[in-house]
């Protein structure tokens, strides 16, 4: 899943998600104060837009160009830079963001958690990590596309990883709140919530 790959399936239709943020992070971010806050795999730029329309400061990181000129083109708010790069190999500026989320991103497992750590890195001391997937239950494994559930971080995999210097907040399954993606079955979300301590 490269940038080609992304950009293809941006360029496939004209919009591909529903427009509104997810639900997750309208759950668990409502109510928390705004500051700095980085989008992983920000897509068309719903959550990014939601986040600076309260407050924070934004940015907004994905792969795919066609994304993001499609999510920078419904950005009125001044509050979110827009940065084409691979979360995976490229990381964050460490304890730079009051929240790191990382919403339905397919962040692949490695041997050294290089990625993963350099995401849990980016969260300042008294940040937040909000880390939502579909659960796994509604995966399943399609080989024809390279595709297998087990080959990802799930929350449960990140927070045996966290050491003393965060808290579990939430690490829970959940029925979803809204429709699924059109064309999949997703009906339940896994979710990470933790603060970082110092």
């Keep these: 899943m490269d940038a080609q790959f992304w950009d293809e399936m941006y360029r496939s239709r004209p919009q591909v998600f529903s ?5 997750v992070l309208v759950a ?3 109510g928390l104060p705004p500051g700095r806050a980085l989008d992983v795999g920000c897509g068309e730029g719903s959550d990014a837009l939601w986040l600076a329309r309260h407050g924070w400061h934004v940015t907004a990181v994905d792969i795919s160009e066609t994304a993001l000129r499609r999510a ?16 995976t190999s490229t990381p ?37 990590l909000l880390f939502a997937t579909h659960d796994p239950a509604d995966l399943s494994p399609r080989p024809e596309q390279g595709f297998d559930p087990a080959d990802y971080y799930r929350p449960d995999d990140i927070a045996r990883l966290l050491d003393d210097d965060w808290t579990v907040l939430i690490n829970e399954t959940r029925p979803r709140t809204t429709p699924p ?18």
């Design 19 to 23: 427009g509104d943020p997810n639900a």
């Design 28 to 30: 668990e971010a409502t």
């Design 72 to 87: 920078a083109a419904r950005d009125v708010t001044d509050r979110v830079t827009w940065a084409r790069a691979d979360p």
């Design 92 to 128: 964050p500026p460490a304890g730079a963001f009051d929240l790191v989320s990382v919403q339905y991103f397919p962040l692949a497992r490695r041997p050294d958690h290089a990625a993963l750590r350099a995401l849990l890195d980016a969260v300042a001391p008294g940040g937040t």
């Design 181 to 198: 993606p059109s064309g999949t079955h997703h009906t339940r979300d896994a979710v990470l919530r933790a603060r970082r301590l110092r």
